[in-house]
């Protein structure tokens, strides 16, 4: 079987593997879809070191085989990739601090122990059943494969404590500029403004239900004065990702306003 890794600046190839078999606690995923995140983009613009258990970690797929321990999952069912739960048994879990859980942070960065060789750029994938969750019978395979990163921008706007009737500032309309701007829609903000420099994401953003979309510098800046009558936004979300933007983030924000990384 053959899986794509990016394995330098430029480089992406098909590298073969063994046939995916499940550990006695594991699964086996045929994979369906699997999006392209933002890290594996940077991760073939810069050729930085990159985990090859996270090369395409967007994905949905069918369980086709299943370990002997696994119990609540069959052949046939439709699961989305996500971060193994809690342990319980590692230093911040036994600190009362299970959202600090080393294994689930290992688990994101594709290292914990029995992760696979390859990511989701692969016909198959064999993962621990904690890797799993069953996909809502609602989402088409395109839109389940986006499960991962909507749930950091669910994730993030429940976190920040955006309050009904808040002016809010979107900065960045990629996948995840996007998602954050619909979920601060259904939090009750008041104005949602989204900043951004591309004019294809920003029509996007417009067709998605942003009040306002304006491009990054002086427009953004001037737009945000006027409807705010000079004071800032009360939250910003920063999703560009870059030093520089966290800034212009603070910059947009009121006094006493908070941002979002
Ligand atoms: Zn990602
Ligand atoms: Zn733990």
Not at 29 to 40: A, I
Request: proline share 6%; net charge neutral.
């Amino acid at each position: 079987m053959f899986a794509a890794l990016i394995t330098g600046k430029g480089s992406l190839e098909m590298v073969e593997f063994p046939e995916p078999t499940p550990a006695a606690n594991g699964v086996v995923v045929d994979v369906s879809y699997c999006g392209v995140c933002g890290t594996d983009v940077h991760a073939y613009q810069s050729g930085q070191p990159y985990n090859p258990a996270i090369c395409g970690h967007e994905w949905v797929g069918h369980v086709s085989a299943v370990g002997a321990d696994v119990k609540g999952l069959r052949d046939g069912d439709r699961v989305v990739v996500a971060i193994a739960p809690a342990c319980g048994r590692c230093a911040p879990c036994r600190a009362g601090q299970s959202d600090r859980c080393t294994v689930s942070f290992l688990s994101a960065l594709g290292r914990e122990s029995g992760a696979p060789p390859h990511g989701g750029f692969a016909p198959r994938i064999a993962v621990a059943a904690s890797r799993v969750v069953k996909a809502h019978s609602a989402l088409s395979d395109e839109q389940a494969a986006q499960v991962e990163p909507t749930t950091v921008s669910f994730h993030a706007v429940r976190r920040s404590g955006v309050r009904l009737g808040d002016v809010a500032v979107v900065q960045g309309a990629g996948p995840i500029g996007l998602g954050t701007m619909q979920w601060v829609r259904a939090a009750g903000a008041g104005v949602v403004i989204v900043v951004e420099p591309n004019e294809r994401r920003r029509s996007l953003a417009r067709e998605l239900g942003a009040h306002h979309v304006v491009e990054p510098g002086s427009p953004a800046d001037e737009l945000v004065k006027e409807l705010t009558h000079g004071l800032g936004a009360d939250i910003v979300y920063e999703c560009v990702g870059r030093p520089f933007a966290v800034q212009s983030a603070v910059d947009l924000a009121r006094r006493g306003g908070s941002m979002c990384l």
